[in-house]
């Protein structure tokens, strides 16, 4: 499943998406869909992707800017404006991503309209349990409370 968070920073703040081949598949034809419906969506309710402690919602853009914007700062709450154009130019990098023979690789989803937050989509260049919400955590190596 692709997982997904809004990472934020003074100076570089983010929403990082991260999967494999198949997840890279699955946010391509999201992509694609979008390009030609251009209705909103909500990335928590799309199947194929873990749930998030990031809420972003897909919406086409009516005299907008476009880009990854942050709504709620307190509740991770986002929305994405792109035109048709811009996500089949994003479909395709992320399908990219997805072809078998490529084991990693990432790349940075910008539309160039300032104030924008960048959307990096990775696949290989992060352990498997980053950015896992709403399941236990993997054990550390740590002592904890009762396991000594």
Same mark, same amino acid.
């Given at each position: 499943?692709?997982?997904?968070?809004?990472?934020?920073?003074?100076?570089?703040?983010?929403?990082?998406? #991260?999967?494999?081949? +198949?997840?890279?598949?699955?946010?391509?034809? $999201?992509?694609? %869909?979008? @390009?030609?419906?251009?209705? &909103? =969506?909500?990335?928590?309710?799309?199947?194929?992707?873990?749930?998030?402690?990031?809420?972003?919602?897909?919406?086409?853009?009516?005299?907008?800017?476009?880009?990854?914007? #942050?709504?709620?700062? +307190?509740?991770?709450?986002?929305?994405?404006? $792109?035109?048709? %154009?811009? @996500?089949?130019?994003?479909? &395709? =990098?992320?399908?990219?991503?997805?072809?078998?023979?490529?084991?990693?690789?990432?790349?940075?989803?910008?539309?160039?309209?300032?104030?924008?937050?960048?959307?990096?989509?990775?696949?290989?260049?992060?352990?498997?349990?980053?950015?896992?919400?709403?399941?236990?955590?993997?054990?550390?190596?740590?002592?904890?409370?009762?396991?000594?």
């Amino acid at each position: 499943m692709l997982r997904y968070s809004f990472l934020p920073s003074d100076f570089n703040p983010m929403v990082l998406m #991260l999967g494999e081949a +198949q997840d890279m598949r699955v946010l391509s034809k $999201l992509l694609e %869909s979008f @390009a030609q419906s251009a209705g &909103e =969506m909500n990335l928590g309710r799309a199947k194929g992707f873990a749930p998030s402690d990031t809420q972003i919602t897909l919406t086409g853009a009516e005299n907008e800017r476009l880009g990854m914007r #942050l709504l709620s700062p +307190q509740q991770k709450v986002l929305c994405w404006v $792109l035109d048709s %154009s811009t @996500a089949m130019l994003f479909a &395709e =990098m992320v399908h990219g991503l997805g072809e078998p023979n490529q084991k990693s690789g990432s790349q940075k989803l910008l539309c160039g309209c300032y104030p924008e937050i960048p959307v990096k989509v990775s696949r290989g260049e992060f352990t498997d349990d980053y950015l896992i919400f709403g399941q236990p955590a993997l054990k550390s190596g740590w002592p904890t409370k009762g396991s000594e």
